[in-house]
């Protein structure tokens, strides 16, 4: 069974920086699959942060004008996600997701797994 | 960027009424929608991609259609574990984006 855990810290400061390890078990994350960040202020809707390939390669939302830095780990079978220079505005539930390839074996080319979230306050 | 407008954002209805919702794209996605259920305290769940085909162990009653820029979620009858908000998400275009909600609740 495939899941996804998020960590990290629950406050960060105005101006420092939010970052955050997703852990997956029961997959690689070396396989065809990309590995993505999504966020929701409180009552809001969703917001794609940002995600990073397989292969290492990554992209981000421009609307976070290049603050955002998505890394893997294969050695630890984990992701990261840094934000800098943070707001209050930055304040959300930050979600974890898996997202696959539409190929000859499968796939969704959608978000098909998901993390439970985790609460980030930018607060001093 | 594509804007994603569901609608109606809040749809009152009872448990074994048919559910429709609406997602409307400001240009053509293709076939690259999803949609999410979302329950209180949750993350989001994947029930149908690519528009119609749905996600590993989702119900037969929920359904998807459409393509290009007018997409439709429907659940057959409503059971009571329904009732959430859904969102619909493109990928086709860069970046990525979502609907902003369709809020199913018990009428």
């Known amino acids: 069974q495939v899941q996804l855990q998020e960590s990290g810290p629950g406050l960060v400061k105005p101006s420092g920086t939010l970052s955050l390890t997703c852990v997956v078990s029961?997959?690689?994350?070396?396989?065809?699959?990309?590995w993505a960040w999504v966020r929701q202020p409180p009552g809001k809707g969703l917001e794609w942060i940002g995600e990073?390939?397989?292969?290492?390669?990554?992209t981000s939302n421009p609307s976070l004008k290049s603050r955002v830095t998505t890394s893997l780990d294969k050695s630890k079978n984990q992701f990261s996600l840094k934000l800098t220079s943070v707001t209050a505005a930055d304040t959300a539930v930050y979600y974890c997701?898996?997202?696959?390839?539409?190929?000859?074996?499968?796939?969704?080319?959608?978000?098909?797994?998901w993390g439970q979230g985790t609460m980030v306050t930018v607060s001093s | 960027e594509i804007v994603l407008t569901q609608s109606p954002a809040t749809l009152p209805l009872s448990p074994g009424e048919r559910a429709t919702l609406s997602c409307r794209a400001s240009?053509?996605?293709?076939?690259?929608l999803a949609w999410y259920q979302q329950k209180p305290g949750q993350a989001p769940r994947l029930l149908i991609y690519?528009?119609?085909n749905r996600a590993t162990g989702i119900p037969a009653r929920f359904s998807g259609s459409g393509s290009g820029t007018d997409f439709t979620l429907t659940v057959s009858s409503l059971e009571p574990e329904d009732f959430a908000v859904y969102y619909c998400?493109?990928?086709?275009?860069?970046?990525?984006?979502f609907g902003q909600g369709t809020k199913v609740e018990i009428k």
């Open positions: 990073v390939f397989h292969s290492g390669g990554s």
């Open positions: 240009q053509s996605v293709s076939s690259s």
């Open positions: 029961g997959d690689s994350i070396s396989e065809t699959n990309w």
């Open positions: 690519e528009a119609s």
């Open positions: 997701a898996r997202g696959s390839f539409i190929t000859i074996f499968g796939g969704t080319n959608a978000f098909d797994l």
């Open positions: 998400q493109q990928r086709n275009n860069w970046p990525w984006t």
